[in-house]
């Protein structure tokens, strides 16, 4: 049971360019999130989304794009890179009634 | 709205103490909530996770207990080992319809 996993692990990027981060769980969890994660600030939702075809803002989710076309995946777009985002970003997993959460490795994100 | 809180941000213990790690919340009324532990640069991983109904949870050498009229859970280390230290990470689940809140850490150094 793999449980969340999230690729790549490092990234770096130029700013301006646009990339992706995989995530994708295999525990049958309708709700799907994504955090980064910034020294003193803890950990700070993104996006997420309650089911395949529904997402939605979190706290931050300026500069960022989700969607969610199956249950197992929910994939993270930069859209245009900035040093700002500079970041460790997890991805989560949960039943849809919130019990318990389970996390990925995390992928740390450089823009240069 | 609901607010978590760790006390103290960072901690230092010899090897061998019993320990407890502190977490308030400021709304009594949660659905459930998890202790995580986070190794630098590594994801969370799950430790415990209390129900509303329940007092206290149970791990090997870790014991966490829920106190919702007081708005606190500790979670007790038994005969710390080095291998103990990491970030650990107290999160709220409201209720079974709203998102996980999370404290920002007590950070912990278990000194050999």
């Known amino acids: 049971n793999a449980g969340v996993t999230q690729t790549p692990k490092f990234q770096v990027l130029k700013t301006g360019q646009s990339m992706t981060l995989q995530c994708a769980q295999d525990?049958?969890?309708?709700?799907m999130s994504w955090y980064r994660q910034d020294p003193g600030m803890g950990l700070r939702l993104i996006h997420y989304?309650?089911?395949?075809?529904?997402?939605d803002q979190g706290e931050v989710p300026n500069g960022y794009n989700v969607s969610r076309s199956t249950t197992e995946d929910f994939p993270l777009r930069l859209l245009s890179a900035a040093p700002s985002q500079t970041s460790v970003y997890f991805c989560?997993?949960?039943?849809?009634?919130?019990?318990?959460?389970?996390f990925g490795s995390g992928t740390r994100l450089t823009v240069v | 709205k609901q607010e978590v809180t760790q006390i103290p941000a960072a901690l230092s213990v010899p090897e061998g103490e019993n320990l407890v790690l502190n977490c308030s919340f400021t709304?009594?009324?949660?659905?459930?909530l998890q202790w995580f532990r986070q190794d630098p640069g590594k994801g969370l991983t799950s430790l415990l996770l209390?129900?509303?109904?329940?007092r206290e949870q149970t791990s090997g050498r870790l014991n966490a207990s829920l106190d919702k009229s007081s708005g606190r859970s500790t979670l007790y280390i038994a005969a710390s080992q080095p291998g103990d230290s990491a970030t650990y990470l107290c999160?709220?689940?409201?209720?079974?319809?709203?998102?996980?809140?999370f404290g920002k850490g007590t950070r912990l150094h278990i000194l050999p």
């Open positions: 999160a709220v689940i409201p209720n079974r319809d709203d998102k996980i809140i």
């Open positions: 989560a997993s949960s039943t849809a009634n919130h019990y318990g959460y389970t």
């Open positions: 525990m049958n969890h309708e709700y």
């Open positions: 989304s309650v089911g395949a075809g529904i997402t």
């Open positions: 209390i129900q509303s109904s329940q």
């Open positions: 709304d009594s009324a949660i659905y459930n």
